[in-house]
């Protein structure tokens, strides 16, 4: 089973960056597909970009030339890089591993975007 702990959210004003993290417990090498989701008050989850083990990515609309997602198998890491911020991102924003098998999910970090 796949532990994913996420890291870097916070408080950020419009405008601005922030980086989030995903660490996960054992090698993500095989991985079919990293992905980070959000979820915003009274909204469903949605996807915000994903990443395969062959280095293919996606984005949702509202993250593309904002947005970029990226692994490092060697650390078992996986990176949101956020820029240009707007209100509308405010979230939790959770990390997701997706095998053949199975889902896992970390516990979220928030991001809060605001002045």
């Known amino acids: 089973q796949v532990q994913l702990v996420e890291s870097g959210g916070g408080l950020v004003q419009p405008g601005g960056s922030l980086r989030l993290s995903c660490a996960a417990s054992?090698?993500?090498?095989?991985?079919?597909?990293m992905g980070w989701y959000r979820q915003a008050p009274g909204k469903q989850r949605e996807l915000v970009a994903s990443?395969?083990?062959?280095?293919?990515?996606n984005y949702a609309d509202s993250a593309k030339g904002r947005f970029t997602i990226s692994r490092d198998n060697a650390k078992n890491m996986v990176f949101l890089q956020m820029n240009s911020l707007k209100p509308e991102d405010t979230a939790v924003y959770y990390c997701?591993?997706?095998?053949?098998?199975?889902?896992?999910w970390g516990s979220g970090t928030l991001v809060t975007v605001s002045s």
């Open positions: 054992e090698s993500i090498f095989s991985i079919y597909r």
């Open positions: 997701n591993a997706a095998t053949i098998t199975a889902n896992y």
């Open positions: 990443i395969t083990s062959g280095d293919w990515t």
